[in-house]
């Protein structure tokens, strides 16, 4: 399951590693929740990509009343070749989501504590999607997005049995190549290695999907106040040099 993430690398790192032709500027993000717009990256039938932004929360192409639906943030990579709500944008419409972190909650009884799981290199992560563009009766249109699952690697099992799909740098173009017949890039569904991430419990505000600072990534105990307007702590951070040149609801 992926419920929330945050992007809170520079644009300029970002673009460096997904390699898309735009240069976009947006701020941190550190509690991004379904129903919100988030960065989305894919490749045209030449293989060049772009920056996007979509609604998280996909709506089939074929929905009569979204309100109606339940809300698709994530879709089971195991089936989305084979469901009617997926499959259509399995074979034609995958992307990338970038996240620096993902967050998973686990119960303690009636207590649940939420963990930041990120790259152990403190790196990018490249989360498999798949997108619609959805077609209102009035005839506004809004591209959206599901956020591919899979079962949880040893490292993410303790705390829920399903985790977003990683990409690796390496299989990126063959997860966004649309153009070829067939459904090899579902072989990449598969959990990420066990040692590729950590995790570590975080703050109670991220509890509040209203809160989008640093403290929901502070030490976990209760919540604190909002920091001053431009005094956050745990901002944005660079990755070593080196870095720059990387190239459930399951449904």
């Known amino acids: 399951m992926c419920g929330r993430f945050a992007l809170t690398l520079f644009p300029e790192q970002v673009q460096s590693q997904c390699g898309y032709e735009e240069e976009v ?3 941190p993000r550190y509690n991004i929740a379904p129903t ?8 045209d039938a030449a293989g060049r990509r772009h920056f996007s932004l979509m609604r998280w929360g996909f709506v089939p192409a074929w929905t009569k009343d979204p309100a109606a639906m339940p809300l698709l943030f994530n879709a089971r990579g195991e089936t989305i070749g084979e469901k009617a709500a997926f499959r259509a944008a399995a ?4 992307c990338l989501v970038p996240a620096s972190a993902f967050y998973e ?3 303690d009884g009636a207590k649940s504590t939420p963990f ?3 790259r152990a290199d403190g790196g990018l992560m490249l989360l498999a999607g798949i997108w619609e563009t959805y077609a209102s009766p009035n005839g506004s249109e809004i591209d959206t997005v599901a956020i591919v699952t899979t079962d949880a690697n040893g490292t993410l099992a303790a705390l829920h049995p399903r985790m977003p799909m990683i990409v690796a740098p390496d299989d990126a173009e063959l997860w966004l190549d649309c153009t070829q017949p067939g459904l090899a890039a579902l072989g990449l569904v598969r959990p990420a290695p066990d040692d590729l991430l950590t995790m570590r ?6 509890n509040d999907a209203r809160r989008d600072d640093a403290t929901v990534q502070g030490p976990a105990g209760e919540a604190v106040p909002a920091p001053a307007r431009g005094h956050e702590k745990g901002g944005r951070k660079r990755p070593p040099e080196a870095q720059l040149s990387l190239f459930d609801e399951d449904a």
Do not use: C, G, K, Y
């Open 201 to 206: 419990p975080v703050s109670q505000n991220l």
């Open 105 to 107: 909650w686990r119960r």
């Open 25 to 27: 500027e947006f701020p």
């Open 91 to 94: 074979r034609h419409r995958r």
């Open 116 to 118: 930041m799981i990120e």
């Open 36 to 43: 919100q717009p988030i960065a989305v990256v894919t490749a």
